[in-house]
């Protein structure tokens, strides 16, 4: 058994926590069979405290004092970077935007072990705290749809699972510090949103007047009914689209939706219960409440959370890595590989190089590499279940034929699959380049058009790498 | 009609073996309805039964298995999600406390497979397509193959001088395939894990010896092949016992120096090679790493497991 030491760092519009867990990889085939290598242990081995993000301005991130707040956790963890091993840091909900992911990348990137990964975006984050949530696990075990809201302090990242794979995405401009409350009771901060839907309601918000309980919950209400229309229990009102958050995809409700799962610092006001409803000077208390009421509770069925406030940052910390399967090949040397964009034949393009034609994926690669302005790429695709020998030669000379020429000297053709086919697909493409030049052949991958991948050093006497398949990189 | 004659032994011999004698109309009517025809005077039981059985349908395919046949299932998405991860035979639902016809049937279809995988020989011309001689074991027939696995493991002095006479001496690898209790498995698999493996090992620079094919031969013939050829490591390429779930699995044994006698614990293996296992190419090109790890190492089995 091999463990690996990852951390996990999320920065929030509202909160930035660290963790660090411990993914324990085995084979867990049997003896007489080809080994299976698989993680069969995420322990979350430190959870660091919440802290607010600093920031500058309302919307700039204070990359110094973020640094000055990871740097404690790694030293309260016991742990330098030079021992994570894996890991994402995830900037999130409004903080992110580009001035804040290059200001905290400068000051991170001490922290940024050698393959720790950095993303964000609304998609992914949503992802990412479904699984954190235990949201993706439920899904899978009892093989029903289930959906993921991660109700932060600017948004709402919605994801919808099926069978354990995320199946929809989604984020909406729905969150607990959507309006804040100063301590002695007035209005403070409002936000767009929250004037759109306060104007809905008929509720009348300014800056400096007293904070009226009646008037923050019939807000929340509105929210909640957004949620409704968004999760399809309502008829849509203009209004949820004018919630979505921008650069967020379509979400494509599931027809056979059956449970919901809440996450995110809100979720804590759902599962239980908070006295004093301007504790936290917001309206997640108010809005949490409004969800409790609302018709997602009755029409859907609310299962618990494994984890709330810090889905996010568990998930980062501990369901951005996977292994590789179990039988690959690649050329001695090249890891630790980051950022490789992903270039998916879809089964068309697919069956064009099964059949050993060249041109039309040489042209592909071709325009690929010049569209996003890279030395790489990965090619991606299925293959297939039972593949026979001779249409693997083929498949092998086709990808060489096509790739060979193009790439310039010493870069290696990659290929990934997710059918087990890459140890042979592996050996012939070398075979057909006469071992001039490096190959990575990796199977039981599922990466889509547009993701990047990193791999890292192999383990398990070289008989797996780990791999991290992201939608969205920055820096 | 004929199809309708055969219908009407099978359901007559399940019925008389799920209860006794039956009427020869019960049977007819079960006939009609699976033909499409009405039914009218069919009882209950047997009608309802009938109902999932389509004549035209090949009741051992995966798309036929794939159909859940338990009525009215609670979650019906979550039970064909189930079914997609196991080839048992689950959601299948019962007529009282019994199998339904469909699952019996379906068993016994499965069963005939696995004995067919048993009792078929390969076929010669995939054996001449790929260019294998074949050898015969002591073994004279399959009867004899299935109740003595003495003779399954030897051959004659005869057979030996034919296999050293065609075989390229003192390889370092020599590979062989052979029908074991399965056939199926050979034709499944063969022509496409044997390349896979050769061409393996090439690249690796082991010289590999002539293949042939060996019927009637159990996993123990290694151990005569390997004295008789003199090869460093052998592998055979066997058809496994087949079960109710696949009769298509094939297995690769191989050894370090075998000898006839030694303990079998000598023995690597590598198992499940089928397309619902590990897919033939892909274990070739495993197999080939497997070889050339037990030819460095200069062992096999239990002691290379253990370093």
Sequence with gaps: ?475 | MEKNDLLSRIIAEVLSEMGGSVPASAVEDVVKASMGASAPAASRVVSSAAADIDIREDITSKECKAVPTLDEPADMDALLRMKSKTPARIGVGRAGGRMKTKTLLTLRADHAAARDAVFMDVDPALLEKMGLFTVQTMCTDKNQFLTRPDLGRRFSDETIREIQSKCVKNPDVQIYASDGLSSTAIKANLENILPAIMDGLKRKGLSVGTPFYVRFGRVGTEDAISEALGCKVVCVLIGERPGLATAESMSAYIAYKATVGMPEARRTVVSNIHSGGIAAVEAGAYIADMIEKIYKAQKSGVELQNG
């Design chain 1, 1 to 475: 058994m091999k463990e690996i030491l990852s951390v996990g760092i999320d920065i929030g519009t509202s909160t930035t926590q660290v963790i660090f867990s411990r993914l324990s990889v085995e084979n867990t085939s049997g003896y007489f069979t080809v080994p299976k290598i698989s993680i069969v242990g995420k322990d979350i081995i430190y959870k660091g405290e919440i802290h607010r993000t600093p920031l500058r301005t309302r919307t700039l991130i204070d990359g110094e004092a973020v640094r000055d707040i990871v740097s404690a956790e790694f030293q309260k963890a016991g742990f330098t970077p030079s021992q994570t091993e894996t890991g994402a840091v995830i900037i999130t909900g409004e903080s992110a935007r580009k001035e804040n992911s290059e200001e905290v990348l400068r000051y991170l990137s001490d922290f940024a072990g050698e393959f720790v990964v950095s993303t964000a975006g609304p998609d992914i984050e949503s992802v990412v705290a479904g699984k954190g949530s235990g949201a993706a696990a439920y899904s899978e075990e009892n093989g029903v749809a289930v959906v993921n809201l991660d109700i932060g302090g600017g948004t709402t990242n919605a994801v919808i699972f099926d069978d354990g794979e995320a199946v929809a995405k989604g984020c909406l401009d729905i969150g607990g510090r959507l309006v804040t409350v100063t301590p002695d009771g007035k209005l403070d901060y409002i936000s767009e949103s929250a004037s759109l839907v306060a104007q809905s309601v008929g509720v009348t918000l300014r800056p400096g007047d007293a904070a009226r309980r009646e008037d923050l919950a019939r807000l929340c209400d509105g929210y909640a009914a957004v949620l409704e229309q968004f999760l399809g229990i309502a008829e849509p009102t203009p209004l949820l689209s004018r919630l979505k958050t921008p650069g967020s995809s379509d979400f494509v409700l599931h027809p056979k939706l059956r449970a919901v799962c809440f996450s995110g610092g809100v979720a804590d006001f759902i599962y239980g219960k908070q006295d004093d409803p301007f504790r936290f000077g917001d309206i997640g208390v108010f809005l949490g409440e409004a969800i409790v009421r609302s018709r997602i509770c009755s029409a859907l069925r609310r299962i618990g959370a494994a984890e709330t406030i810090r889905a996010t940052v568990v998930g980062a910390g501990t369901y951005t890595t996977s292994v590789s399967g179990s039988t690959i090949d690649y050329t001695d040397g090249l890891f630790p590989l980051k950022n490789i964009p992903v270039m998916r034949l879809n089964a068309e393009e697919q069956r064009a190089c099964f059949g050993g034609d060249s041109a039309a994926l040489a042209e592909k690669f071709r325009w690929f590499l010049s569209q996003n302005d890279c030395r790489n790429a990965v090619v991606a695709m299925d293959g297939e279940k039972d593949p026979s020998y001779v249409s693997v030669q083929r498949l092998a000379k086709a990808i060489s034929g096509a790739l060979d020429p193009v790439l310039p000297a010493g870069e290696p053709i990659m290929v990934v699959l997710r059918h087990d086919m890459a140890k042979v697909l592996g050996r012939q493409i070398r075979d057909a380049v006469s071992d001039k030049r490096p190959v990575i052949s990796v199977d039981s991958i599922l990466v889509q058009e547009n993701d990047y991948i990193d791999m890292g050093r192999p383990l398990m006497d070289g008989m797996v790498i780990p791999v991290v398949v992201k939608t969205l990189i920055f820096g």
